[in-house]
């Protein structure tokens, strides 16, 4: 980790470190000017690294499972957690606040750890995905379709923002290693320097596959040109470039699959009724200025545009005003006390007050702050103009013309925030979606019907609502906070992307086909049991089963095997049966009690079982009662009932091994059973599945005798 060194920042290509001559672009010190390092303006081997991703990446991927990977997140996670004070020191130069290096060294960290929890959670153990239900394709069950998800044969290639070289690239990261996808980073020359001490630490770590992760640290425009079908470009960064890239031949001709999340004008709106001394006004006005000053207002999810009553633009923008006079502190983050740091750069200042003074010359008014120098906390308890370091005051803008053009097309990247005024709900929609499309929007009011209409009126305009009001003031996320179980992304000028959303973002990095065939063929393909697939049934022999067959119980996951099962014998249904579970239950709906009411019911032939009582009599004639492999049942999916059962009528079930998946940190898995119900004629009167816990290997308890 010595990039804090003044140097070159070295790139990570084909397995190996590669540090260009000196000379290229000089990055400094955000808050002090200092020089930091160079990153090279020399064309970096782009071609090789994506044929190493594609070849060594992919196979050394290929050997793990979904599992196995996400696993390998946690470690990572880990890994880099011991190491969050180096990367907070070197955070600092980019101008971050510990807070702010917080958000994005922490809330990239945990990002790992999030993935790794749901893929281990709601992934197979596999590296097939089964996506939807089993389409019957013929009469007799004998051809079968069903979608399945496999990883891409490409690479991920993303590019990303100055902003959050951390959280950035581990957010997209993620999802990607899961998917079993290599990934090649390109982080923003501004701050690179800091996505490639973590990549150092990841790699260092030796947890990573070879070929899973590379870096380019430089000059990477030709990155489109050696991508296809078989890739992803995942982009974070402006509109405009946005807009060049997707009109590459490769993404419009040669099937890369472009994903972007670019800025956007994303708005507040202050319902009718959070008014001044409400909560919601309070809360309002404490999530626009942590949106202003988080970061310095570099987040494409920060707040440009605050709809509120016209009747409360004045009040709207003294509060704002005030909360940052007592609250924010702008200064070297590596000084006691201060709240905001320096923006990116310089050339990031320069295009910042470049984005003001448009604005006023368009019609704004500059109703907080100042455009020139400000005073900054350099030291303890000391304030001086700063000579070199990119800091800005935050400003407020007023604007008179509440639909004027300019406050819903440009913006400012940093400290900026505009109030405009709004006459009914119906104008605040309109006013938020002439933002064209953004990642988010809060919503703030204590109304429902306000929430219903303002949340409904604006949605197809936005990735996310953040809906506000005195419930939430205190554990909100926050306004600007994409989290990785939820979708982050926007249409229009966002991007019209999707990124994060949980195992949503895995499979954003799979093929999803359609496979076709028979019962034995599909399951052997999924490693999932489906309906009409051979099955190795112990129990009763009239209904397929064999005395000589072990009965699936006793056996553990290492000797388990998909299809593997169990057939009942029959067991009749009495009405003394029906009233007795009526009677200790309590459940006396009429159909399990009044013979006159339950036949005039459309769906029964007179009194009926209870479904769970059919249910519960179906675990008595599968389970084995003495201690073995299985250790527990914790739930039931998908149960249907079917046709109903009278008294007089007999059940039988038939259990077979569906899904079994080993857990990668316990010496258990879990096995999910196809449970079939059938009555005396052979017609289904139930399916469900049962899920129980499963030991790995035989133990002595698996073994015990009583």
């Known amino acids: 980790m010595t990039t804090a060194q ?17 000379g290229g672009t000089e990055v400094l010190d955000a808050n002090t000017g200092e020089l930091l390092a160079t990153v090279t303006k020399e064309p970096l081997d782009v071609a090789g690294a994506v044929a190493y991703g594609r070849t060594t990446g992919q196979r050394e991927l290929a050997k793990l499972s979904l599992h196995e990977r996400a696993l390998k997140l946690k470690e990572l ?46 992934l197979p153990n596999s590296n097939v995905i089964l996506d939807g239900p089993t389409e019957p394709l013929s009469k007799d069950g004998s051809f079968i379709g069903t979608h399945i998800y496999t990883a891409l044969t490409g690479v991920v290639a993303q590019v990303n923002a100055f902003n959050f070289p951390v959280w950035g690239m581990l957010e997209k990261f993620a999802p990607a290693f899961i998917a079993g996808v290599p990934t090649i980073v390109k982080p923003a020359t501004p701050t690179g320097y800091l996505t490639e001490a973590v990549v ?21 425009r030709d990155l489109m040109d050696h991508l296809d079908y078989r890739d992803v470009f995942a982009f974070t960064g402006s509109a405009s470039t946005a807009s060049k890239l997707k009109s590459h031949p490769n993404v419009i001709d040669g099937g890369v699959r472009f994903s972007a999340e670019t800025d956007s004008l994303n708005a507040a709106i202050l319902g009718p009724d959070a008014v001044e ?33 016209a009747s409360q633009v004045d009040a709207v923008i003294a509060a704002i005003g005030k909360r940052i006079d007592e609250r ?52 303890p308890e000391k304030d001086a103009v700063a000579e070199q370091g990119a800091f800005m005051s935050p400003v ?82 926050g306004h600007g906070s994409p989290v990785p179980h939820l979708v982050h992304g926007g249409p229009g000028r966002a991007g019209g992307g999707e990124e994060l959303g949980g195992i949503r973002s895995v499979k954003h990095h799979m093929q999803r086909t359609a496979v076709q065939g028979s019962p034995n063929m599909i399951t052997a393909l999924t490693g999932v049991w489906h309906t009409g697939a051979a099955q190795q049934l112990a129990g009763a022999e009239e209904f397929g089963g064999k005395a000589e067959n072990v009965h699936p ?33 309590g459940d006396t709906f009429y159909a399990h009690t009044n013979q006159k009411a339950a036949e005039a019911n459309p769906f029964f032939p007179g009194i009926v079982a209870h479904g769970y009582l059919l249910v519960s009599w179906a ?25 109903p059962v009278a008294a007089g009528d007999s059940i039988r079930v038939t259990l077979t091994a569906k899904k079994i998946t080993p857990r990668v940190t316990d010496e258990y898995g879990e096995v999910a059973w196809d449970a079939v119900l059938n009555n005396q004629n052979g017609e289904l009167v139930a399916t469900y599945d049962v899920l129980t816990l499963v030991e790995k290997t035989d133990s002595t308890y698996a073994n015990w005798e009583g």
């Open 328 to 379: 924010v502190v702008i200064g070297d983050p590596r000084v006691e006390g201060v709240t905001m740091g320096a923006l990116a750069s310089l050339e990031q200042l320069h295009d910042v007050r470049a984005a003001v003074e448009d604005m006023l010359a368009a019609g704004g008014e500059l109703a907080y702050g100042r455009l020139d120098a400000p005073a900054v906390r350099v030291a």
């Open 619 to 643: 675990a008595g004639l599968f389970v084995q009662p003495a201690p073995g492999p299985v250790l527990a049942n914790y739930g039931l999916e998908n149960l249907r009932f079917i046709t």
């Open 6 to 22: 003044i140097g070159v920042v070295p790139s990570f290509i084909a397995g190996q470190w590669v540090t260009p001559a000196a």
């Open 200 to 220: 150092r630490l990841m790699l260092d770590s030796g947890l990573l596959p070879d070929g899973s992760l590379q870096l380019l640290s430089g000059s990477a």
């Open 277 to 309: 001394g409400t909560p919601e006004f309070d809360a309002f006005i404490k999530v626009v200025v942590n949106e202003m000053t988080a970061k310095a207002g570099q987040k494409c999810t920060a707040i440009r545009r605050n709809i509120v009553p």
């Open 553 to 585: 119980f006793r056996k553990s996951l290492a000797e388990l095997k998909i299809g593997d099962g169990f057939a009942s014998p029959l067991r009749e249904v009495t009405l003394e049966d029906i009233t007795a579970f009526a009677n200790e239950t």
């Open 396 to 477: 407020v803008l007023r604007w008179n013309d509440a639909k004027n053009p300019i406050v819903h097309s440009r913006e400012a990247f940093g400290p900026v925030s505009s109030v405009i005024g709004y006459d009914s709900i119906e104008e605040a929609v309109q006013l938020a979606a002439m933002g064209s499309g953004s990642l988010v929007a809060t919503v703030c009011t204590n109304d429902p019907g306000s929430v219903r209409a303002l949340s409904l009126g604006i949605a197809g305009h936005h990735g996310r609502v953040h809906i506000l009001n005195r419930e939430t003031a205190r554990s909100t996320t």
């Open 77 to 122: 996670a880990l890994h880099l957690n011991a190491h969050r004070k180096e990367l907070y020191e070197i955070s600092f130069k980019t101008g971050a606040t510990k807070i702010d290096s917080m958000v994005d060294i922490d809330g990239g960290i945990g990002v790992l750890f999030t993935f790794s929890s749901k893929g281990r959670r709601e």
